[in-house]
């Protein structure tokens, strides 16, 4: 089946830095990524919906200047956390969508965030 | 605004029992429905879509338009199918994100 990387899978940063999650589907192309969080022992929370080439759909209540989400290739979208505070540890993880194959979605693994 | 309600958060059942994992979704118009699954340290996996109407794992779930539900069954657990399950809604299959229920994690008991 299609495979969804994520990288790096678990980062530490002190408060005010930022930090940079790539999401790469590794033998499909994918024009929509999607962007989720998750808290521990609850479920995934939507934050954006990332399109290839274009600007990416944030969801109500999350911080597109906070949250950056870069989709410049077919097989890349990158979220970076900008001036990261304790509140934002979380897990974060990204979907690909394969419309070659039903238009499923593939979930990347997960990164880990700690924000010291 | 669309919405997934998975009652149960936590079901415990007996190896070689029967499980019933609820689902009900509310959308006025026509959804697809998954289950995903996520077992141990592992990521979330598709399960099951609606659309498919395939047996995977031993799991079955039928749509109800009536009820609005999307409940996951299966007629013998196993210990292997202790995980967390999320049930989750597309209104269509174009570039739409998943709704995902808070989930219900299953244990299955030896």
């Known amino acids: 089946g299609a495979v969804v990387s994520q990288h790096p899978s678990w980062v530490i940063c002190k408060s005010g830095t930022s930090v940079k999650i790539e999401c790469r589907s590794l033998?499909?192309?994918?024009?929509?990524m999607f962007w989720y969080r998750q808290f521990p022992k609850q479920s995934l929370m939507l934050m954006a919906t990332?399109?290839?080439?274009?600007?990416?759909?944030?969801e109500q209540g999350v911080e597109k200047d906070k949250f950056l989400i870069n989709h410049a290739s077919l097989t890349l979208s990158t979220l970076t956390v900008t001036s990261a505070h304790p509140e934002d540890s979380s897990f974060y993880i990204c979907?690909?969508?394969?419309?070659?194959?039903?238009?499923?979605?593939?979930f990347g693994p997960g990164t880990r965030l700690t924000v010291t | 605004a669309q919405r997934v309600t998975q009652p149960e958060k936590l079901l415990s059942v007996f190896k070689g029992a029967p499980v019933e994992l609820k689902c009900n979704y509310s959308?006025?118009?026509?959804?697809?429905l998954f289950w995903y699954v996520q077992y141990s340290r592992q990521r979330l996996q598709l399960l099951l879509r609606?659309?498919s109407r395939e047996s995977i794992k031993g799991f079955t779930a039928d749509l109800n338009k009536g009820e609005t539900s999307f409940h996951l069954k299966k007629p013998f657990a196993q210990e292997e199918d202790s995980a967390m399950y999320y049930c989750?809604?597309?209104?269509?299959?174009?570039?739409?994100?998943?709704?995902f229920g808070k989930g219900t994690r299953l244990s299955v008991i030896a």
């Open positions: 979907s690909a969508r394969d419309e070659a194959r039903s238009d499923e979605q593939y």
């Open positions: 033998d499909f192309q994918a024009t929509t």
């Open positions: 990332s399109n290839e080439g274009s600007k990416a759909t944030y």
């Open positions: 959308y006025s118009g026509s959804p697809e």
């Open positions: 609606h659309i």
């Open positions: 989750a809604l597309s209104i269509n299959s174009g570039n739409t994100p998943l709704v």
